[in-house]
C-alpha cells in the first residue's frame, strides 16, 4: 500500500501558475506508476497525466491540458510534481494523486482512474479570470 499526501494547490489568477506535489510513503517508490486526476464540481474525475517510475510520462489525449502541464518526479524525495502553467479558470477543480504498484522496468503508463490503488485526499486549485 501506498501512502499519498499532495501539497501546493491555492488561488491563482488566469494565465498564473502552480506547481502540485504528491509524496508517497509505504512502498519503494522506485517501483510505483503514480498519476494526477482531477474533478470539479459537478463533473466526473478527469485523467491529467501519469508518469512510470523510470520518468515515462503520459498526458491527457484532451487538449486543454497538453503544453501546459509537465509532470515529473524526484525518486529521491518520493515525490512526483505537476507543474502546471497558464493556467485558465476551467482548471479549477480537486486535484488528486494516485498511485500504481508496478516495475521500475516497465514503461506502462495507465489512464484509467480504476487502475490505480491508492489515492491522495485530494488539493484544491482554484483560477480566477
Known amino acids: 500500500q501506498v501512502q499519498l499526501v499532495e501539497s501546493g494547490g491555492g488561488l491563482v489568477q488566469a494565465g498564473g501558475s502552480l506547481r502540485l506535489s504528491c509524496a508517497a510513503s509505504g512502498r519503494t517508490f522506485s517501483s510505483v506508476v503514480v498519476g494526477w486526476f482531477r474533478q470539479a464540481p459537478g463533473k466526473e474525475r478527469e485523467f491529467v497525466a501519469a508518469i512510470s517510475a523510470r520518468g515515462s510520462s503520459a498526458y491527457s489525449a484532451d487538449s486543454a491540458v497538453k503544453g501546459r502541464f509537465t509532470i515529473s518526479r524526484d525518486n529521491a524525495k518520493n515525490t512526483v510534481y505537476l507543474q502546471m502553467n497558464s493556467l485558465k479558470p476551467e482548471d479549477t477543480a480537486v486535484y488528486y494523486c494516485?498511485?500504481?504498484?508496478?516495475?521500475?522496468?516497465?514503461?506502462?503508463?495507465?489512464?484509467?482512474?480504476?487502475?490505480?490503488?491508492?489515492w491522495g485526499q485530494g488539493t484544491q486549485v482554484t483560477v480566477s479570470s
Open positions: 494516485a498511485a500504481k504498484v508496478s516495475s521500475y522496468y516497465s514503461d506502462y503508463v495507465p489512464s484509467r482512474s480504476r487502475d490505480f490503488g491508492s
